[in-house]
């Protein structure tokens, strides 16, 4: 609810999302009644859900339930700069899988900044030669054993496209060790063998989740607005 410009961060976001005219419907899935209303009187869709979800896709399989619908993107309330061709990008990846073989698919972007690859806060991804996820950590992965050049190291980018039937299995299964340990949900999924396919992105899409983060989207902000 912290303003950014003249909106709050939530209404920016969802406002972003709805602009880009990719979804058949943007909805606010919250336990807020606070981000209800500044939602709901802007005009916007919010659907209130339960107050006792573990994660975030819990909240979502709630409120997906009962639409008929075969895909979900989860853009996060604190990602108001996330971008149309990344959206795009992991709508295609269901679009050309035809086996329905992929559970779930994510966003993922170079670290550029040692201080990000060794902070917990930024969660890391490795994947395999196909760009399948192969582990999610708050640690630095991959270790450098050699300490010669350094390895790539990429950020998980917390944008989530779900198959709708994997998003309910999801939430009817219990939380899995490594996920319990990293605090990562992404996890449980692989931990169940399911397929996360990540999509590279280079445009700038970062989290606000401290208020040193929202002055540096305050900055990004005014250097957009003044283009």
Same mark, same amino acid.
Request: negative net charge; hydrophobic residues 40%.
């Given at each position: 609810?912290?303003?950014?410009?003249?909106?709050?961060?939530?209404?920016?976001?969802?406002?972003?999302?709805?602009?880009?005219?990719?979804?058949?419907?943007?909805?606010?899935?919250?336990?807020?009644?606070?981000?209800?209303?500044? !939602?709901?009187?802007?005009?916007?869709?919010?659907?209130?859900?339960?107050?006792?979800?573990?994660?975030?896709?819990?909240? !979502?399989?709630?409120?997906?339930?009962?639409? &008929?619908?075969?895909?979900?993107?989860?853009?996060?309330?604190?990602?108001?700069?996330? &971008?149309?061709?990344?959206?795009?990008?992991?709508?295609?990846?269901?679009?050309?899988?035809?086996?329905?073989?992929?559970?779930?698919?994510?966003?993922?972007?170079?670290?550029?900044?040692?201080?990000?690859?060794?902070?917990?806060?930024?969660?890391?991804? !490795?994947? &395999?030669?196909?760009?399948?996820?192969?582990?999610?950590?708050?640690?630095?992965?991959?270790?450098?054993?050699?300490?010669?050049?350094?390895?790539?190291?990429?950020?998980?980018?917390?944008?989530?496209?779900?198959?709708?039937?994997?998003?309910?299995?999801?939430?009817?299964?219990?939380?899995?060790?490594?996920?319990?340990?990293?605090?990562?949900?992404?996890?449980?999924?692989?931990?169940?063998?399911?397929?996360?396919?990540?999509?590279?992105?280079?445009?700038?899409?970062?989290?606000?989740?401290?208020?040193?983060?929202?002055?540096?989207?305050?900055?990004?902000?005014?250097?957009?607005?003044?283009?």
């Amino acid at each position: 609810m912290k303003q950014l410009g003249n909106k709050s961060v939530i209404l920016r976001t969802y406002q972003n999302v709805v602009s880009m005219g990719l979804f058949d419907e943007v909805v606010v899935a919250t336990d807020s009644d606070i981000i209800y209303k500044e !939602i709901s009187n802007n005009g916007g869709y919010a659907l209130m859900t339960r107050n006792d979800h573990q994660c975030g896709s819990d909240r !979502i399989a709630e409120a997906v339930s009962d639409m &008929d619908t075969d895909l979900i993107i989860n853009v996060q309330g604190d990602e108001p700069f996330v &971008d149309t061709a990344s959206l795009k990008q992991l709508i295609e990846v269901f679009k050309e899988d035809s086996d329905n073989e992929i559970a779930m698919a994510s966003l993922m972007t170079p670290i550029k900044e040692f201080d990000e690859v060794k902070n917990p806060s930024v969660v890391k991804v !490795i994947v &395999d030669l196909n760009d399948f996820a192969l582990y999610f950590s708050r640690f630095p992965i991959p270790f450098d054993r050699e300490n010669e050049q350094a390895p790539p190291y990429f950020k998980h980018v917390g944008v989530y496209a779900f198959r709708k039937q994997a998003l309910i299995e999801f939430s009817e299964q219990e939380m899995t060790p490594l996920e319990l340990a990293e605090k990562i949900e992404c996890i449980r999924y692989l931990e169940h063998g399911k397929k996360i396919k990540m999509v590279m992105t280079k445009n700038l899409n970062f989290e606000i989740d401290t208020p040193k983060d929202l002055e540096r989207a305050k900055t990004h902000l005014n250097q957009l607005n003044s283009k």
